[in-house]
């Protein structure tokens, strides 16, 4: 069974940083295309970023949003997906779900976490 | 403002079918396969269609996905109470190099 679990949300104050961490099970990790979604109170779904699977490097990608600010990467050997958020602003409060491709071949997002709250505010 | 448009409501009685829309460009649902996710309050999204029209296995063949052009579909056949959720279209956007989502839309059972 194919299991997602995010942790380290917490409160942290504009301009400050936090890192998420995801720890998968039951599937191959190496063999996956990873990505962060958050979704803001009351608001609807924001892709943030992927990273490919070792076929493709590990590649990653960012919404404008955060681009510059925020860094996904991955420890296979831990079966790990981290998020690094630098510079936080309020608008980055959130709950963050850590996502993994449909299949190795299909990339779009097929199951989710159970998400871990990030609250920017001072 | 969401790079893909859904209506914010669509309803129905049970036992109807009901379609809500995505409605995109040329960059994304026009040159990409579509998603469907339903979210009931307080958890996470789940998967109901994936490649613009398959459906994962679970997944009731009451639900049905379709593209023209640059407009995807989400059918839902049978309405029942437990159809009453949030529902996100997505799909990749080649101009954007990104994942793009539709605004959602909220399904009322009647």
């Known amino acids: 069974e194919v299991q997602l679990v995010e942790s380290g949300g917490n409160l942290v104050q504009p301009g400050g940083s936090l890192r998420l961490s995801c720890t998968a099970s039951?599937?191959?990790?190496?063999?996956?295309?990873m990505d962060w979604v958050r979704q803001a109170p009351g608001k609807g779904l924001e892709w943030v970023g992927r990273t490919g699977n070792k076929a493709n490097s590990y590649t990653t990608q960012y919404a404008a949003s955060v681009k510059g600010r925020f860094t996904i990467s991955r420890d296979d050997s831990k079966n790990s997906l981290y998020l690094q958020m630098n510079s936080l602003k309020t608008e980055d409060t959130a709950v963050y779900y850590c996502?993994?491709?449909?299949?190795?071949?299909?990339?779009?997002?097929?199951?989710w976490g159970q998400g871990t709250l990030v609250t920017v505010s001072s | 403002q969401s790079v893909l448009t859904q209506p914010p409501s669509a309803s129905g009685t049970p036992g109807q079918r009901v379609t809500i829309s995505c409605s995109g460009s040329s960059s994304n649902i026009g040159s990409n396969n579509v998603y469907w996710y339903k979210q009931l309050p307080g958890t996470a999204p789940k998967l109901l269609i994936y490649?613009?029209?398959q459906r994962p296995s679970g997944v009731p063949d009451r639900f049905s996905g379709s593209k023209s052009g640059t407009s995807a579909s989400l059918a839902i056949s049978g309405l029942r109470s437990e159809d009453e959720a949030d529902y996100y279209c997505a799909t990749w956007d080649d101009s954007l190099s990104g994942r793009v989502f539709g605004g959602g839309t909220k399904l009322t059972v009647l």
């Open positions: 490649g613009t029209n």
């Open positions: 039951g599937f191959i990790f190496s063999d996956h295309y």
């Open positions: 996502t993994r491709s449909y299949s190795s071949a299909v990339r779009g997002t097929g199951y």
